[in-house]
């Protein structure tokens, strides 16, 4: 049996608060002849987090890539649609210019320089900066407040540290620069549970304290609806669903598929292949 195909929530997340990032109608082609992304359009309210969900592969690290105009590196372009940050095209920007602005991407695998220390690594974060000496060392002592595991590491070695330590210090690298948004990639990859917990602990209090808006790219669904506010469902490079987190947690196609959640009519592994779910979103 089919259903319609899902539309916008009645509150999208722009609704409730000014907009920061609109992402309106992008493709993305690699090597002048991949089509990834088709037609992918979102929004993130200032001072929120959202949260792009979806399998290996749908085209989240190239949407975030897409708006911090990382791209290029990979023979990627934005062929059709906008980017705009505070209102203003950002898409023909440099990544550098973007990260001026206040919106910088943490890259999926942390990205550590693991030849220097976790201090020399929060460091590179304020290279951007004309604010001066003093007011770099504030901001580094309230990254070590909030990340209280870089501060007994801050004299090691990065790629001696532990992946959750790498991600701490990826992240704390990100807010030295003082952004307005972060683009988040895959922070739970690799991560015990309980490290994971940490860090969306910390990406909450940043947001409430600090003002920063998210917007994070996630496979581990389950946490990523517990923290955001808002969620877009991508599949194939298409946005197939988006909504509140809560009413995505609770919709019976999200619970099965993505919170491994059945119903009472469980189906076999045989009757969920990906092209059965999107056949049944799309039509």
């Not at 929120?48 to 708006?67: D, F, P, Q, R, Y």
């Not at 209280?148 to 790629?159: D, F, N, T, V």
Request: a neutral charge; hydrophobic letters at 40%; aromatic letters at 6%.
């Amino acid at each position: 049996m089919t259903t319609a195909a899902p539309s916008l929530s009645d509150v999208a997340p722009a609704a409730a608060a000014e907009t920061i990032l609109a992402v309106n109608n992008i493709e993305v082609v690699y090597d002048h002849v991949i089509l990834v992304l088709k037609g992918v359009s979102l929004t993130v309210p200032k001072g929120g987090i959202v949260a792009i969900l979806g399998a290996n592969g749908a085209g989240k690290t190239t949407t975030l890539k897409a708006i911090s105009n990382l791209l290029h590196a990979e023979r990627g372009e934005v062929t059709k649609g906008t980017v705009e940050f505070e209102g203003q095209r950002v898409d023909k920007l440099t990544p550098n210019d973007l990260v001026r602005r206040g919106c910088i991407q943490v890259m999926e695998g942390r990205h550590c320089f693991g030849h220097l220390t976790i201090d020399e690594n929060l460091l590179t974060g304020a290279f951007t900066r004309r604010d001066g000496n003093a007011a770099i060392k504030r901001d580094m002592d309230m990254i070590y407040d909030y990340f209280p595991r870089l501060r007994q590491r801050k004299g090691s070695m990065a790629g001696y540290t532990s992946g959750g330590e790498q991600q701490m210090c990826a992240i704390g690298r990100a807010m030295m620069s003082r952004p307005k948004m972060i683009l988040l990639d895959e922070p739970s990859m690799g991560l015990a549970p309980q490290v994971v917990e940490e860090i969306f602990e910390i990406v909450r209090t940043l947001n409430e304290k600090e003002g920063v808006s998210f917007l994070l790219a996630e496979q581990n669904t389950n946490i990523a609806l517990r923290y955001a506010t808002y969620g877009y469902i991508l599949e194939t490079g298409r946005v197939v669903m988006d909504g509140a987190a809560d009413a995505l947690r609770e919709n019976e196609d999200v619970k099965e598929f993505y919170l491994g959640v059945a119903g009472a009519d469980r189906k076999s592994f045989r009757d969920v292949k990906s092209y059965k779910r999107r056949k049944r979103w799309l039509a």
